[in-house]
């Protein structure tokens, strides 16, 4: 495939997690589970949950306050704000025009992004091609997550796996061809989507009295059969990004992929051969930030030090909608 003339680089990261870290006996406190089930089934030790009233858009700006410094560019640079979330501030307006606001940016073009744990790599896709079409230069993507304000904490399969986290790029265009995002790809399959969704709260089922007492506004999974689809979609999109960009896996020096399960991460490496050290991992200290944890994994291993000039790196990832997506970043 024949590279775009414009290349896509990423300047700068950045991350934010809430204070309050729940350990598994913590959540053996509030549900019927154990610390042994937690981490023999998805190998998550801890989480962290937002403060009462600490917003989506309070994370959001921590994580990007940090990535505009990295990037050491004057913000009012910045011309456009993508937001991955399904956990947004409020239905509408949009997270990603409240957070233009208290990053006191200009007027510039912001939107969200609803693909769930794949949001991250959605919203780089959409903001890098929105780049390369050079009507915009400078790009604040963000996935941040307030997961404990949509978790059952009656529903054991689900409320000990998720956490609440903000992650933060800018990407920039740049004339030096070869480098930065070479690119993405993301699909979709909408066929089941009771698979896993938060039923009401929508159109289908607006909320009421009785949507509230049937417990409709939480997440709903069916965990066995997304674990399934994980493994399968997680190692299909890795292989077909390597194969339609021209590498191979034993030319990866670092794999990021959404931090769902451990026994996913496994197997995933299984498949693509490659062993557990080039991957980069955090969700034992932040179980399952959705949209944030692609992005929250990046910046930890950018932080200490995983990622050097030159590096080829994949960031993969998977949820609900089904949604999925790859990108593949030669670090510049
Ligand atoms: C959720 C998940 C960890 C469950 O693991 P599993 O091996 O499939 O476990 P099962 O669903 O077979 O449940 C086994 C038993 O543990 C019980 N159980 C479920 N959650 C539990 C918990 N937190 N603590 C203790 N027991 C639990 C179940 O009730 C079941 O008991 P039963 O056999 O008496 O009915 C696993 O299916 C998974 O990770 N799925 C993917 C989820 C995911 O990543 N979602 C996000 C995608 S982006």
């Known amino acids: 495939m024949s590279q775009p003339t414009r290349s896509v680089i990423i300047t700068g990261t950045g991350s934010y997690s809430p204070a309050k870290v729940l350990t598994n006996d913590d959540m053996s406190k509030i549900v019927d589970t154990s610390d042994e089930w937690i981490r023999t089934r998805s190998g998550i030790s801890e989480r962290c949950f937002a403060a009462q009233g600490e917003k989506t858009s309070d994370m959001a700006v921590a994580a990007a306050e940090k990535a505009i410094l990295a990037a050491g560019i004057d913000r009012s640079d910045i011309d456009l704000i993508i937001v991955a979330t399904m956990t947004p501030d409020m239905p509408f307006p949009s997270t990603a025009c409240i957070l233009q606001s208290k990053l006191g ?3 510039i073009t912001a939107f969200d992004i609803q693909a769930a744990c794949s949001g991250f790599i959605y919203a780089l896709n959409t903001g890098s091609n929105m780049l390369r079409s050079g009507a915009y230069k400078k790009a604040l993507i963000i996935g941040a997550e307030k997961m404990s304000s949509i978790l059952d904490f009656q529903d054991r399969t689900t409320c000990v796996l998720f956490g609440d986290a903000a992650s933060a790029i800018i990407i920039e265009a ?3 061809a070869g480098v930065g995002v070479l690119g993405s790809i993301a699909g979709s399959d909408g066929s089941d989507p009771s698979l896993l969704y938060q039923p009401a709260g ?5 909320p009421s009295h009785e949507s509230i007492d049937a417990r409709q506004h939480f997440i709903k999974m069916n965990g066995k059969e997304i674990f399934k689809q994980a493994v399968r979609v997680m190692g299909q999109v890795s292989s077909d990004i390597l194969k339609q960009y021209s590498f191979t896996s034993d030319q990866i020096d670092l794999l990021i992929p959404h ?4 026994r996913i991460i496994d197997s995933l490496a299984k498949r693509m051969k490659l062993p557990l050290e080039k991957f980069h991992n955090n969700l034992d200290r932040f179980g399952n930030t959705s949209g944030a944890s692609v992005g929250l994994a990046l910046d930890e291993a950018y932080q200490m030090g995983r990622i050097q000039s030159g590096d080829l790196i994949l960031l993969v990832a998977f ?3 089904l949604t999925w997506g790859a990108s593949l970043i030669k670090w510049q």
């Not at 929508?202 to 607006?206: A, D, F, K, L, V």
């Open 174 to 176: 740049s004339e030096t």
């Open 319 to 321: 949820g609900a909608g």
């Open 202 to 206: 929508g159109s289908t089922i607006p």
């Open 105 to 107: 940016l200009g007027n």
């Open 259 to 262: 931090q769902a399960n451990m």
